[in-house]
């Protein structure tokens, strides 16, 4: 995603049914990883469907964003450089996981066993709400299951919101 390699675990029944199956994507919420979900995810796989589930950037298996511990040495003709680096993990970014979320899908709607017309997807707490977001801009998407979402934070985040009147 965005050129950072997202892990992920694919779950298909032993025996389909059809060549094409139904697809579900699930995203796991707040600090979540896709191990997690594993449980649910065998279930729709035994019922008939193709299930993906995955790590956001940074969090569980996937790899992380790196940014330069020091400025970037001046450039050489053959631009390379060796340079120090941190990890950026397990940082909730809701554009970087509604990225990532997207990408999944277009992952998913790539694979063969996938059936085009019928991806669905399936978020749990603040990946709830990240469900409604990508569905709402992807058509490819048919049907979305947001269990407990976090829809808006701003209340929680704004100058005055709920952080400020609840937390002492």
Same mark, same amino acid.
């Given at each position: 995603?965005? /050129?950072? @390699?997202?892990?992920?675990?694919?779950?298909?029944? *032993?025996?389909?049914?059809?060549? *094409?199956?139904?697809?579900?994507?699930?995203?796991?919420?707040?600090?979540?990883? =896709?191990?997690?979900?594993?449980?649910? =995810?065998?279930?729709?796989?035994?019922?008939?469907?193709?299930?993906?589930?995955?790590?956001? @950037? /940074?969090?569980?298996?996937?790899?992380?964003?790196?940014?330069?511990?020091?400025?970037?040495? =001046?450039?050489?003709?053959?631009? *390379?450089?060796?340079?120090?680096?941190?990890?950026?993990?397990?940082?909730?970014?809701?554009?970087?996981?509604?990225?990532?979320? =997207?990408?999944?899908?277009?992952?998913?709607?790539?694979?063969?066993?996938?059936?085009?017309?019928?991806? /669905?997807?399936? /978020?749990?707490?603040?990946?709830?709400?990240?469900?409604?977001?990508?569905?709402?801009?992807?058509?490819?998407?048919?049907?979305?299951?947001?269990?407990?979402?976090?829809?808006?934070?701003?209340?929680?985040?704004?100058?005055?919101?709920?952080?400020?009147?609840?937390?002492?």
């Amino acid at each position: 995603s965005e /050129g950072t @390699r997202m892990a992920a675990e694919v779950y298909a029944p *032993k025996t389909p049914a059809t060549e *094409k199956l139904p697809t579900i994507i699930m995203a796991h919420g707040w600090g979540g990883v =896709a191990a997690n979900l594993r449980p649910d =995810a065998v279930a729709f796989a035994r019922a008939g469907y193709l299930v993906v589930t995955f790590d956001y @950037r /940074g969090w569980g298996s996937s790899d992380s964003r790196v940014v330069l511990t020091a400025p970037q040495p =001046a450039r050489t003709k053959d631009l *390379k450089f060796t340079a120090e680096v941190l990890e950026v993990r397990e940082v909730v970014d809701p554009i970087d996981q509604t990225t990532d979320l =997207a990408n999944a899908v277009s992952w998913a709607y790539a694979e063969p066993q996938c059936d085009k017309d019928r991806i /669905g997807l399936w /978020g749990s707490s603040y990946s709830g709400g990240h469900v409604v977001y990508v569905a709402a801009r992807d058509p490819r998407v048919k049907a979305t299951v947001s269990q407990v979402p976090a829809l808006d934070s701003r209340g929680a985040a704004l100058p005055g919101g709920e952080t400020d009147t609840t937390y002492t």
